[in-house]
């Protein structure tokens, strides 16, 4: 049994303006929460090419990083982003493999971001992630709302 | 000197159902936004507003584990409101006093009912 996540977000910003800040490589560290207190996020690599593979180490402070790894396989900027997605968790030594596809659609001035993640072998990781996404999407938009107020 | 801006801060965080909802579940251990969500009903960025709330009154600390965010009671231990709420009642019960004693001057008086 696989398990699916789904999240939708509207963003009170164009598509291109959604699509560029969610793979910028500078944005990639504040999104995956460096800014949090007790947490570190490093990005190594980021290539958003479709062959291309982004990488991000991340975790709490002290304590040995997981590895989020990207490789995109549809990159069509500003409509889609199609990519392998595994996150390897330093404490268990389990590897979270899975497909993610990312939509932007124009709607009502804005962008409605609709997030596809398929392929969780456990319930509670698919959990996990859904709570990890949203607050990932959280901070996209705070960084949409301060680029945009700038 | 009163000191309001942390005193508004906690009503304010108080003055909502799902807030004092999360404050009672807290009471009873750590807890992830999404094991906050789930009795509630309420979508995960909509408990993270409320959890930002609470945080900001210092009534809730959050930290970041994995892909989520363990939240537990934090430091602040509303002191200060139940200080601010006892005070004023002293001072509403003087007033009441007083009144009592202005109408039982009243009714000693000759010709007083």
Same mark, same amino acid.
Do not use: N
């Given at each position: 049994?696989?398990?699916?996540? *789904?999240?939708? %977000?509207?963003?009170?910003?164009?598509?291109?303006?959604?699509?560029?800040?969610?793979?910028?490589?500078?944005?990639?560290?504040?999104?995956?929460?460096?800014?949090?207190?007790?947490?570190?996020?490093?990005?190594?690599?980021?290539?958003? *090419?479709?062959?291309?593979?982004?990488?991000? *180490? @991340?975790?709490? $402070?002290?304590?040995?990083? =997981?590895?989020?790894?990207?490789?995109?396989?549809?990159? =069509?900027?500003?409509?889609? #982003?199609? #990519?392998?997605?595994?996150?390897?968790?330093?404490?268990?030594?389990?590897?979270? =493999?899975?497909?993610?596809?990312?939509?932007?659609?124009?709607?009502?001035?804005?962008? #409605?971001?609709? @997030?596809?993640?398929?392929?969780? $072998? %456990?319930? $509670?990781? %698919?959990?996990?992630?859904?709570?990890?996404?949203?607050?990932? #999407?959280?901070?996209?938009?705070?960084?949409?709302?301060? %680029?945009?107020?700038? | 000197?009163?000191?309001?801006?942390?005193?508004?801060?906690?009503?304010?965080?108080? /003055?909502?159902?799902?807030?004092?909802?999360?404050?009672?579940?807290?009471?009873?251990?750590?807890?992830?936004?999404?094991?906050?969500?789930?009795?509630?009903?309420?979508?995960?960025?909509?408990?993270?507003?409320?959890?930002?709330?609470?945080?900001? /009154?210092?009534?809730?600390?959050?930290?970041? !584990?994995?892909?989520?965010?363990?939240?537990?009671?934090?430091?602040?231990?509303?002191?200060?409101?139940?200080?601010?709420?006892? /005070?004023? !009642?002293?001072?509403?019960?003087?007033?009441?006093?007083?009144?009592?004693?202005?109408?039982?001057?009243?009714?000693?008086?000759?010709?007083? !009912?």
């Amino acid at each position: 049994m696989a398990y699916e996540m *789904r999240i939708e %977000r509207q963003f009170d910003a164009p598509p291109e303006m959604v699509f560029d800040t969610f793979v910028d490589e500078t944005a990639q560290g504040v999104l995956h929460g460096a800014e949090q207190k007790g947490w570190h996020a490093e990005v190594i690599q980021t290539d958003v *090419r479709v062959g291309g593979t982004s990488i991000v *180490r @991340m975790g709490p $402070e002290g304590r040995e990083p =997981d590895t989020e790894t990207r490789v995109y396989s549809v990159v =069509d900027r500003p409509h889609r #982003l199609e #990519l392998r997605y595994s996150m390897a968790l330093a404490e268990s030594g389990l590897t979270i =493999d899975t497909e993610l596809t990312i939509t932007f659609e124009e709607r009502d001035g804005g962008t #409605l971001l609709t @997030m596809v993640e398929t392929g969780f $072998e %456990r319930e $509670e990781d %698919r959990d996990g992630f859904t709570e990890g996404w949203t607050e990932y #999407l959280e901070t996209l938009g705070q960084l949409l709302k301060a %680029r945009h107020d700038t | 000197m009163v000191q309001y801006q942390p005193l508004d801060r906690t009503f304010s965080a108080l /003055a909502d159902p799902t807030r004092r909802d999360i404050l009672r579940r807290l009471s009873t251990g750590p807890a992830s936004i999404s094991e906050l969500a789930r009795p509630t009903g309420i979508s995960l960025p909509g408990v993270m507003k409320h959890v930002r709330i609470l945080e900001e /009154a210092r009534l809730v600390t959050t930290q970041k !584990r994995g892909r989520t965010r363990e939240c537990r009671l934090g430091p602040g231990d509303m002191g200060d409101v139940t200080r601010w709420i006892e /005070a004023s !009642r002293q001072r509403w019960e003087r007033r009441l006093d007083r009144l009592e004693a202005i109408i039982e001057q009243e009714q000693d008086r000759p010709g007083g !009912r």
